[in-house]
């Protein structure tokens, strides 16, 4: 990394909505059944119901509570959400007032891969001089979900993640990143104002493979590292094969791969934060241990990115 001031993780939290919807819940309404759902997606159950700042909300005050810091510490709060409340004004002010967050507010949204984006541009203020800031991921996938669509809807959840960046002279915990796009691919996930999320599965799960391998492998690279010194890879839940695939073509065991997704289905910009924070919480991610994180997502876009635990 090129700057002197980096950053590095205090605390943690997540938030999810209480109601869980199993496959067979979704089987009672829809022509699916468990057993496709599973073994086409690695999803069993997903929660659903909230909003995005209401969610965004509540894995803030986790994350604020667990550094042990308060709102007024804060100088941004960086919202990744691909489903904000409203067009106009962006979620993060609404967390912003919720939380009381003394600093300032803005949203990424670069669907799934939103949080690894804000992580990055959160790595750049710190290395301009902010000394502590709150990155959420949060959406509601479920709010522009046509819930007769089994194509979409057996896949979607609700959920938040967050983290507190503190800054640290020297280098932090941010080894590498990178974020890319190919914004020709738009048509192949999109959601018009007022419509509906669409997805052309097939393709994307392709291209999500080719993607996700090139991004991880560059941010591996530019680390210093090697393939054998990834001790986790925190991906994108969005399909378990898609993170069968990927690893395979990595070469990381799956055991080393966090995966969430038969809990939560695919929560977009939220899926890495509560991967994340599953690993801490279950004790597989140690201090000084090599964390890859990766996703892509609508645009397309990718991001990849290597802290070491700890800084
Ligand atoms: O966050 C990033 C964005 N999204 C993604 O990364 C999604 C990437 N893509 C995928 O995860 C997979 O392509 C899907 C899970 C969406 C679909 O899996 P697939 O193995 O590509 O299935 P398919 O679309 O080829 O469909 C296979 C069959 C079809 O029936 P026929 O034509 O073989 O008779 C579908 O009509 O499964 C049928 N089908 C279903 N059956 C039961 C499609 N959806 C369902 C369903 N339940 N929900």
Same mark, same amino acid.
């Given at each position: 990394?090129?700057?002197?001031?980096?950053?590095?993780?205090?605390?943690?939290?997540?938030?999810?909505?209480?109601?869980?919807?199993?496959?067979?819940?979704?089987?009672?309404?829809?022509?699916?059944?468990?057993?496709?759902?599973?073994? &086409?997606?690695?999803?069993?159950?997903?929660? +659903?119901?909230?909003?995005?700042?209401? @969610?965004?909300?509540?894995?803030?005050? &986790?994350?604020?509570?667990?550094?042990? &810091?308060?709102?007024?510490?804060?100088?941004?709060?960086?919202?990744?959400?691909?489903?904000?409340?409203?067009?106009?004004?962006?979620?993060? =002010?609404?967390?912003?007032?919720?939380?009381?967050?003394?600093?300032? =507010? %803005?949203?990424?949204?670069?669907?799934?891969?939103? %949080?690894?984006?804000?992580?990055?541009? =959160?790595?750049?203020?710190?290395?301009?001089?902010?000394?502590?800031?709150? @990155?959420?991921?949060?959406?509601?996938?479920?709010? +522009?979900?046509?819930?007769?669509? &089994?194509?979409?809807?057996?896949?979607?959840?609700?959920?938040?993640?967050?983290?507190?960046?503190?800054?640290?002279?020297?280098?932090?915990?941010?080894?590498?990143?990178?974020?890319?796009?190919?914004?020709?691919?738009?048509?192949?996930?999109?959601?018009?104002?007022?419509?509906?999320?669409?997805?052309?599965?097939?393709?994307? %799960?392709?291209?999500?493979?080719?993607?996700?391998?090139?991004?991880?492998?560059?941010?591996?690279?530019?680390?210093?590292?090697?393939?054998?010194? +990834?001790?986790?890879?925190?991906?994108?839940?969005?399909?378990?094969?898609?993170?069968?695939?990927?690893?395979?073509?990595?070469? +990381?065991?799956?055991?080393?791969?966090?995966?969430?997704?038969?809990?939560?289905?695919?929560?977009?910009? =939220?899926?890495?934060?509560?991967?994340?924070?599953?690993?801490?919480?279950?004790?597989? @991610?140690?201090?000084?241990?090599?964390? @890859?994180?990766?996703?892509?997502?609508?645009?397309?876009?990718?991001?990849?990115?290597?802290?070491?635990?700890?800084?």
């Amino acid at each position: 990394m090129l700057t002197g001031r980096g950053g590095v993780v205090t605390g943690w939290g997540i938030a999810v909505p209480d109601k869980v919807v199993t496959n067979d819940d979704l089987s009672a309404t829809m022509d699916t059944n468990d057993a496709w759902i599973v073994e &086409r997606t690695g999803i069993r159950e997903r929660r +659903i119901g909230g909003t995005t700042s209401g @969610l965004a909300i509540e894995a803030g005050r &986790r994350a604020l509570e667990h550094a042990g &810091r308060t709102p007024d510490e804060i100088d941004a709060v960086v919202l990744a959400t691909t489903t904000p409340d409203a067009i106009v004004p962006g979620t993060s =002010a609404t967390v912003q007032d919720g939380l009381g967050i003394a600093g300032g =507010a %803005f949203d990424v949204n670069a669907a799934c891969s939103g %949080f690894v984006y804000g992580l990055s541009v =959160a790595h750049g203020l710190l290395a301009i001089g902010a000394r502590r800031l709150l @990155l959420i991921g949060a959406d509601t996938l479920s709010r +522009i979900t046509d819930w007769d669509d &089994r194509s979409v809807a057996v896949l979607v959840g609700d959920g938040a993640g967050a983290v507190v960046l503190e800054a640290v002279d020297g280098p932090g915990q941010l080894l590498s990143w990178n974020v890319g796009a190919d914004g020709s691919l738009r048509h192949l996930l999109k959601c018009d104002h007022g419509g509906y999320l669409y997805m052309d599965g097939k393709e994307i %799960f392709r291209k999500a493979v080719r993607v996700l391998v090139d991004s991880a492998l560059q941010a591996v690279s530019e680390a210093g590292l090697t393939i054998d010194d +990834i001790d986790l890879m925190v991906p994108h839940q969005a399909n378990l094969r898609i993170i069968t695939a990927a690893c395979q073509r990595l070469g +990381i065991p799956e055991d080393k791969a966090v995966m969430v997704i038969d809990r939560y289905g695919n929560t977009s910009s =939220a899926s890495i934060p509560l991967a994340l924070v599953d690993a801490l919480e279950t004790g597989r @991610l140690e201090k000084g241990a090599n964390v @890859l994180l990766t996703g892509f997502g609508g645009g397309m876009t990718w991001a990849s990115a290597v802290l070491r635990w700890g800084g």
